[in-house]
């Protein structure tokens, strides 16, 4: 009997929300992982805003409502149900009611869990993917709710919607916090750099993001070069780009922790 695929490599996993669930995928495929949880998620410290755009949605004050992410959508349920719980009904009617665009599969999965689903899915999970699939249509007047990732404006979303004569209306439900202190993200960054992990398999934006916040830009490419990089999808990708780090694996269609398990598993065979 051949060993799993990822037999004894060690792969690092800088998730935190859903770390046990993505660290069992890797497991089962034989692999160590390295739990090194990078960021957190939390409810926007301040609700007042939040409950603002929740009030004037289920009053029908979005024609639209792009979704960046599955997370937002569940924190805003999460805010109405802990501040506003009576509002719920008229949140689901708006939300059916509304034009609503995806920008990936997370954000269309938590749609499904309300029994409704996306009329316009991006074809890649971006912002430009979003722009692409909104282009060749008319958005002058109408009202646009924007979910926006964490706390980040998304200037290149919100120009074009404002360019295009939409009235624009953001919310933004949720904030990113550190998960580990910045000795514990050095530590991590010595362990890539020891050249003894395998891979480190980025789920999200921010945590790239923390990396860089915490070391030298020079000293985090340096340790994600002694290691495979794997990421779940397109953003990801653009994110380390951005900042220099070649990406050596990432699904190919659906970018979710399963495949990038998968991918992971092809990735490391090759080596």
Not at 32 to 50: C, F, G, K, T
Not at 207 to 216: G, I, S, T
Not at 217 to 227: E, M
Not at 240 to 260: T, Y
């Amino acid at each position: 009997m051949s060993d799993p695929p990822l037999y004894h490599r060690l792969i690092a996993v800088p998730e935190a929300r859903e770390l046990d669930v993505f660290a069992a995928l890797l497991e089962r495929r034989g692999a160590q992982v390295l739990r090194a949880p990078l960021v957190a998620i939390h409810d926007a410290p301040e609700p007042a805003p939040v409950l603002a755009w929740l009030e004037d949605f289920s009053a029908g004050g979005c024609d639209d409502l792009i979704l960046l992410t599955g997370e937002g959508l569940r924190r805003l349920l999460s805010c109405l149900m802990r501040w506003r719980p009576n509002l719920r009904p008229a949140f689901l009617q708006a939300l059916s009611a509304a034009r609503r665009i995806t920008r990936g599969p997370k954000p269309a999965r938590a749609l499904r869990e309300l029994e409704l689903g996306p009329d316009i899915e991006a074809l890649t999970p971006t912002t430009a993917g979003v722009i692409a699939s909104l282009k060749e249509l008319s958005l002058h007047g109408r009202r646009v709710g924007v979910q926006l990732y964490g706390t980040e404006a998304n200037r290149p979303l919100q120009d074009f919607l404002l360019a295009a004569g939409a009235q624009l209306k953001t919310v933004a439900p949720y904030v990113y916090a550190s998960a580990s202190d910045d000795e514990a993200v050095r530590e991590l960054l010595r362990q890539l750099g020891s050249g003894r992990v395998d891979a480190i398999a980025f789920t999200s934006k921010a945590q790239v993001e923390r990396l860089f916040a915490v070391a030298a830009p020079d000293a985090v490419r340096a340790a994600l070069a002694a290691t495979q990089v794997a990421v779940v999808g397109p953003v990801v990708a653009e994110a380390l780009r951005q900042h220099g780090v070649s990406v050596d694996g990432m699904p190919q269609s659906a970018w979710s922790m399963k495949p990038l398990s998968a991918e992971l598993a092809r990735l490391l065979s090759a080596s």
